[in-house]
């Protein structure tokens, strides 16, 4: 059997209730909604991080980023290489296999940017970047939108030399201080990054048409700052996050139309999704109703699941069955282990510690993953097992606020944590899955079932732990 094209499309803070086909009433995603009706959209995926650096680390080696030397936060722009070039990553493994790999849009894992003594030339080639991770080629940007350097990166070398100082004046809109790129505009990003997206299909199909090819396409909305290209300003109805959310799903329709229209739509694994839960404008809900995490607890950041269910949707037309939803359990960690199943092949011992494989669910089956780890920006910890869900701490361990009569986000049950006398919190999630009901000390034998399982994970790895019967 012909191996499929494998497009992973992953946005940036995309909440579980921001698509219209995840139940949004106040905005409508067309696209996407058509991408589920053509494939399968899954109601209990999750992200291994409430924030990005981390999950897009486990998406690409298939291992938890707390085994990294990331314990707690995200990178930044001119952060140093979080990625071992030695250690086996989703391209490297698919290069080795024959196909053409591309990365195009947000990195966020850490470049090794060259120096003139202690100040970095933007003029000097990039180390340890995504091309020696496996990718054949590259264009995007180092890190968030909100974080300098604002230019785009070809390969290992800048688009260009950041030379101008930009300074924004609303952090929400604009982002940080530091050098930019003569010309450089937020609103004109995205559009680039698809553009680049559809080229390379194009090119692709046209010169190989007989290779398979990866595409690793991380977007960066609607993740700040809330600058949507103009032709989607205030289309949304519910603020410049939700216009940027318009944008993101006419980038994915430009995708499915190019895949069908250069006649590889039936053999492309396209998988879509985000890397963490959703951190709105508070508007949004206050004045728009809109729930950007769905009913669920918390937002970007938070260990509650509002921080890392987040929506996925994947079509494959020659194995996945279209218009059907799974409620099985999967994490963003399974890309590697998927891969080497589509080659009936077993991952190194020392790699992709955490993957499984997860062509089984995709294909209307049960998911082999009992057990997923969840990481706060904190570096708080939960396990989720079965029905049940432990956190081992008080709180969000985020974002989210301690006291109901500090909330400002509007839903009652989202973002907010009043004190009781557990330790920690546990939740029944077949029959509380806002997680309102800490069972904590009604049920000390699950606690300390589940706390033993978190710790041969996090000292063994996921595999063994993690994988059913």
Not at 11 to 24: E, F, N, R, V, W
Not at 135 to 153: Q, R
Not at 274 to 284: I, Y
Not at 368 to 373: D, G, W
Request: with cysteine.
């Amino acid at each position: 059997m012909q191996k499929p094209n494998i497009v992973y499309i992953l946005a940036d803070d995309l909440g579980y209730g921001d698509l219209s086909c995840y139940g949004a009433t106040t905005i409508q995603t067309p696209n996407l909604d058509q991408l589920a009706k053509e494939g399968m959209r899954f109601t209990d995926a999750h992200a291994p991080s409430a924030v990005c650096t981390p999950t897009r680390y486990s998406v690409l080696t298939g291992r938890y980023c707390f085994r990294s030397r990331l314990k707690e936060g995200v990178l930044w722009g001119h952060s140093e290489p979080l990625i071992e070039t030695d250690r086996l990553t989703v391209p490297s493994f698919l290069k080795s296999r024959g196909y053409m790999t591309t990365c195009i849009g947000k990195w966020h894992l850490g470049l090794g940017w060259g120096k003139d003594g202690d100040e970095i030339d933007y003029s000097l080639p990039i180390e340890n970047g995504p091309i020696d991770l496996g990718f054949d080629y590259y264009f995007g940007i180092t890190a968030s939108l909100d974080m300098p350097p604002y230019c785009f990166i070809e390969n290992n070398r800048t688009v260009g030399i950041p030379t101008i100082e930009k300074e924004p004046k609303d952090f929400s809109q604009k982002g940080r201080k530091g050098l930019m790129t003569p010309g450089w505009k937020d609103e004109k990003v995205n559009k680039t990054l698809t553009e680049k997206a559809v080229s390379y299909i194009g090119n692709h199909v046209k010169n190989r048409p007989d290779q398979a090819f990866y595409m690793y396409f991380p977007l960066t909305g609607p993740h700040t700052p809330w600058s949507p290209a103009t032709e989607f300003k205030n289309k949304s109805g519910i603020g410049p996050r939700g216009d940027m959310i318009l944008e993101l799903d006419w980038t994915v329709g430009r995708i499915v139309e190019t895949l069908k229209e250069k006649g590889i739509w039936e053999n492309t694994l396209l998988i879509f999704t985000s890397d963490n839960g959703p951190h709105p404008k508070t508007e949004e809900v206050t004045v728009h109703g809109h729930k950007p995490a769905g009913d669920l607890r918390g937002q970007k950041a938070d260990i509650w699941d509002g921080g890392h269910r987040i929506p996925f949707i994947a079509s494959w037309p020659e194995k996945i069955e279209p218009e059907s939803v799974s409620n099985e359990l999967i994490c963003l960690t399974d890309l590697l282990g998927t891969c080497a199943a589509l080659f009936n092949e077993e991952l190194p011992e020392d790699s992709g510690e955490d993957t499984l494989n997860m062509l089984p669910a995709l294909t209307g089956g049960r998911s082999l993953r009992n057990a997923v780890v969840h990481h706060s920006i904190s570096g708080m910890f939960a396990i989720r097992s079965g029905k049940w869900k432990l956190i081992q701490g008080k709180g969000s361990g985020g974002f989210g606020f301690q006291k109901r009569d500090t909330q400002i986000i509007g839903l009652p049950t989202q973002g907010v944590w009043e004190t009781d006398h557990s330790p920690g919190q546990l939740y029944n999630m077949s029959e509380d899955e806002t997680e309102n009901r800490n069972v904590y000390l009604e049920h000390p034998d699950i606690v300390r079932e589940l706390s033993a399982e978190l710790i041969e994970i996090i000292n063994w790895g996921g595999k063994v732990s993690m994988e059913k019967e």
